[in-house]
C-alpha cells in the first residue's frame, strides 16, 4: 500500500456554507456526499475550489458495505463517476448497513436512511472483506472506510472495534478513515474505551480522520454534526494524533450551520490540537522510558478477544495492513475460501436474517430481537423517525410549508407504520399520498398537498402490475377530489 496521500485540514463542503467555506483560510481540502453531487452538473462552488487545487473527496452514504448483500453495480459505478468528475485522489465510505431484508430473507426490501452497526462477529467480518474488496475492483481510486457511531450494541459480539478494524485492514489492505467523534459515542453509549480503541488500530492505515459535534440527551450522546466539537472529541484526537500524524483532518458539520467566524474557529481548536500533540511527541523523543505505546500489529497481542487467535497467529508471514495492494486479498484468505466453499454464502444469509430482525424492529415495529436493550432500541427507533421528517422536509420543503405545525407530528405517526422502502423523495411522495387518501378535510392546504403531489408523482404507469394498478387507481381517486 502506498503511502496516504496528505491531504491538510479541511472542511465537509456542504451547499449551504459553500460561499464561507471559499473564503476560509487555511482550507486544504474538503468532503462532498457523493450521492448529492452530480458528475455532469459539478456545483460551480466545487469547480472554483478544484482550480485553486483544493481537494474534493467524494464521501458515500448509501452502499451499506456492512449489509448482507453485496454491494449494488449501480451505486459502485456512481460512486466512481465522482471520484473521476472530482479528480479524487480517494472515495470514502462506512462500515455501516443502511438496508435490509429481500432476496436473501425473502422478505420486504427496508431502508433504514440512516447508518447502522453490523455485528462485530467473524460472519459480518467476511461478509463486509467481500464486499470492500468488491467495492476496491470497481472503483479507479483507493478506498477508506469509516467507523460510525451507534446507540446500540449487538449481543454476541466476537471482538472489539479496533479488533474489527484491524482484521478488517489487514484482510483487504483497505484504508480507514477514522473518526474521532464517533469513538466518543460509543464511549458514551457503548462504554467503549476509546483509548483502547486507538490502542489496536493499524495506524498506518489511517487516509484521514473526521471530527464533529453532537449532544447527550438522557444519557445518550447523539452525533448530530449539528453542534459545536466538545472538548472530549479533541481530547480523543489529541490521543490520535500523539501515536500518528494523520494525513488530514477534516472538520463536519450538516446542520444548524454557524457563522463562519465561527466554523473557523473550530477548525483552529483542531489544528493547534494536531500540532500540539505533535509537538509534545517530538519533544519527548529520546526522553521516555519503558515501553512504547502500542499501535498497529504490536497492539493486538495484549488484547485476545475470549482466546481467540490473532491476526498474526492465523496469518504466519502476514506484516499487517500496509503490506499489499488495496484491491489484492491475501493468498491465505484465498486458499481457505477455495477449501470451505459457500462458507460466505452462509455467512451472508445469518447475518441478512439478523439484520433484517433488527431493521425491522427499528422501523416497522415487530418484537426486539433476543438479546438487545429494548430501551435502546426504542432511543434508535425513534431517532431514525427524526432523522426521516428532517430528511424529507429538505428534499421536499413543500410539505413543511403547506402542513406547517401539522407537518412533524403527521410524519411521525405515518413512519409508525410506514417503514422507507425507497429514497427520501419517494418517502416524501408516499407520505403526501397517504394523508390525501386518509381524507384529509377539504381545505386551500389540502388542494395545495394535492396538486403537489400530483405533480411530482408523474404520467399514470401503463404496466399491468398491480402496483402500477393501484398508482393509477390512486390518481384516478386524488384527481376526482
Known amino acids: 500500500m502506498q503511502q496516504p496521500r496528505r491531504l491538510g485540514t479541511g472542511i465537509g463542503w456542504r451547499p449551504e456554507i459553500a460561499a464561507a467555506v471559499e473564503r476560509m483560510p487555511g482550507i486544504d481540502w474538503v468532503e462532498a456526499v ?3 453531487v452530480c458528475p455532469g452538473h459539478v456545483p460551480e462552488a466545487l469547480l472554483r475550489l478544484r482550480e485553486r487545487g483544493v481537494t474534493v473527496v467524494p464521501h458515500g452514504v448509501s452502499l451499506g458495505l456492512g449489509g448482507a448483500d453485496r454491494p449494488e453495480e449501480s451505486r459502485l459505478t456512481a460512486l466512481a463517476e465522482r471520484a473521476e468528475a472530482l479528480g479524487s485522489p480517494l472515495v470514502t465510505e462506512h462500515i455501516a448497513f443502511v438496508r435490509a431484508g429481500g432476496p436473501l430473507t425473502a422478505s420486504p426490501l427496508l431502508e433504514a436512511g440512516h447508518l447502522l452497526p453490523v455485528p462485530r462477529t467473524r460472519d459480518a467480518l467476511d461478509v463486509l472483506c467481500a464486499n470492500v474488496r468488491a467495492a ?12 460510525i457511531a451507534a ?7 466476537e471482538m472489539t472495534e479496533g479488533q474489527f478494524l484491524y482484521e478488517l485492514a489487514d484482510r483487504t489492505g483497505v484504508r480507514l478513515l477514522v473518526d474521532v467523534a464517533n469513538l466518543h459515542t460509543n464511549h458514551v453509549n457503548r462504554g467503549e474505551d476509546p483509548a483502547s480503541a486507538l490502542d489496536e488500530l493499524p495506524v498506518e492505515a489511517i ?12 444519557g445518550v450522546w447523539h452525533d448530530s454534526h449539528a453542534h459545536p466539537v466538545p472538548r472530549p472529541v479533541l481530547d480523543i484526537l489529541a490521543d490520535l ?8 483532518v477534516l472538520l463536519e458539520r450538516d446542520d444548524n450551520f454557524p457563522e463562519p467566524a465561527d466554523l473557523e474557529r473550530e477548525l483552529s481548536a483542531i489544528r493547534r490540537t494536531v500540532t500540539g500533540a505533535r509537538a509534545r511527541v517530538t519533544a519527548g523523543a529520546g526522553k521516555r ?3 512504547p505505546a502500542r499501535t498497529g500489529s504490536a497492539a493486538m497481542s495484549g488484547h485476545r478477544g475470549g482466546g481467540r487467535a490473532e491476526p498474526s497467529e492465523k496469518r504466519p508471514g502476514a506484516t499487517g495492513p500496509a503490506a499489499g495492494h488495496a484491491a489484492t486479498a491475501p493468498a491465505t484468505l484465498a486458499a481457505g475460501a477455495e477449501e470451505a466453499p459457500g462458507a460466505e454464502e452462509a455467512a451472508r444469509q445469518r447475518l441478512a436474517l439478523a439484520q433484517a430482525a433488527l431493521l ?29 421528517a428532517d430528511v424529507v422536509a429538505k428534499v421536499a420543503p413543500e410539505l413543511p410549508e403547506i402542513l406547517a405545525e401539522v407537518y412533524r407530528p403527521a410524519f411521525l405517526a405515518y413512519a409508525q407504520g410506514h417503514p422507507m422502502t425507497g429514497g427520501y423523495r419517494r418517502d416524501a411522495l408516499d407520505f403526501a399520498e397517504h ?16 396538486t403537489w403531489w400530483l405533480e411530482r408523482s408523474g404520467p399514470a404507469p401503463l404496466s399491468r402490475h398491480p402496483a402500477a394498478r393501484l398508482a393509477r387507481a390512486t390518481r384516478r381517486m386524488l384527481l376526482r377530489r
Open 34 to 36: 457523493a450521492e448529492n
Open 136 to 147: 476496491q475492483a470497481a472503483l479507479p481510486v483507493p478506498l477508506a472506510v469509516e467507523n
Open 151 to 157: 446507540l446500540i450494541s449487538w449481543p454476541g459480539e
Open 207 to 218: 487516509a484521514y480522520v473526521h471530527v464533529a459535534g453532537g449532544f447527550e440527551r438522557d
Open 241 to 248: 494524533a500523539s501515536r500518528v500524524a494523520p494525513p488530514g
Open 289 to 291: 522510558t519503558g515501553a
Open 360 to 388: 425491522s424492529a427499528l422501523v416497522a415495529g415487530t418484537p426486539a430481537p433476543e438479546g438487545f436493550d429494548r430501551v435502546r432500541l426504542g432511543v434508535q427507533a425513534r431517532a431514525l423517525a427524526a432523522k426521516r
Open 435 to 450: 394523508l390525501l387518501l386518509a381524507g384529509l378535510p377539504e381545505s386551500s392546504e389540502t388542494r395545495r398537498l394535492r
